[in-house]
């Protein structure tokens, strides 16, 4: 296996047509040696089925989704926000990713600051536990469902006010690659790039959310920005992360050795 291929984790949602029993039977034939399981394909047993299979967890997602109208709904966020660092540490990761959630009622500093509050609730619980937060900017687009934390420099702001071992910040090239600020903003990320997910961008986007390409097969210079990643010194696994319902066209065996071809390829 190349250096390359070492790194590679199969992130879930790539199949979210699959289970996650059938994921890991593909990621395993495949020789891909890492995954990144969603929280709703979880069940019993998931870390003994991955470790079986040879495979390792590089993240678990997704916490997040603070913001809520009242305080009452804000607790219980909390509550689903711990219960996911436990499934997190569960099933052998130490990284939870973040998404963080967003305005219920359109005002976006009230609830970013309910973004700090949630984090700050959660990082101790968190490090109790061996999981650290991975905060993940969100593009722009997404603003008024998924998330109010948009650049990485708003990801560091809020990173930086934790200890660097706790809270990070996930790069999604899908997300940030559009951001004049990029580069500069991964030099001052540096140990806090916590995970790097890849896909890319096609033209014309079939669909904001579920419309992301094959490395390669899009618009975004994934080998520039893989470039300043590295220069960060993040050495961990590459999370692909290709959101398209037209990936259950394939065979599970088709779409991990597409998987392959493309990451080593393009990324």
């Known amino acids: 296996m190349s250096a390359d291929l070492a790194r590679l984790s199969f992130n879930q949602i790539t199949a979210d047509h699959l289970d996650l029993d059938q994921v890991i039977e593909a990621c395993a034939g495949a020789g891909i040696g890492w995954i990144a399981p969603w ?10 089925q991955i470790r079986a299979a040879g495979l390792r967890a590089s993240s678990l997602c997704r916490g997040g989704f603070f913001p809520a109208p009242s305080a009452a709904e804000r607790r219980d966020r909390d509550a689903d926000n711990r219960a996911a660092v436990d499934e997190a540490a569960a ?6 990713v973040l998404v963080c959630g967003p305005a219920p009622d359109g005002d976006l500093g009230a609830a970013r600051n309910q973004v700090l509050e949630g984090i700050e609730t959660l990082a101790p619980y968190a490090t109790e536990h061996g999981v650290r937060l991975g905060i993940e900017p969100l593009h722009p687009m997404m603003i008024g469902e998924r998330s109010v934390v948009v650049t990485l420099a708003q990801a560091l702001d809020l990173a930086e006010r934790f200890d660097a071992a706790a809270v990070g910040v996930v790069v999604d090239a ?14 001052r990320a540096g140990e806090r790039v916590f995970a790097y997910h890849v896909s890319d961008w096609l033209v014309p986007t079939p669909d904001l959310l579920a419309g992301r390409g094959m490395m390669g097969d899009g618009v975004i210079d994934l080998p520039r920005l893989r ?6 010194g993040y050495e961990g696994p590459i999370e692909v992360e290709v959101i398209n319902p037209a ?6 065996a088709e779409l991990m050795a597409t998987v392959r071809r493309s990451f080593v390829e393009s990324s």
Request: net charge negative; charged share 25%.
């Open 39 to 48: 929280r709703h394909k979880l069940g019993p047993g998931a870390c003994e």
């Open 91 to 96: 099933v052998g990761t130490d990284l939870l």
């Open 174 to 187: 899908y997300h940030v690659w559009w951001d004049p600020e990029l580069e500069r903003q991964l030099a």
């Open 227 to 232: 470039g300043h990643v590295d220069a960060t």
């Open 247 to 252: 990936n259950a066209e394939l065979s599970a």
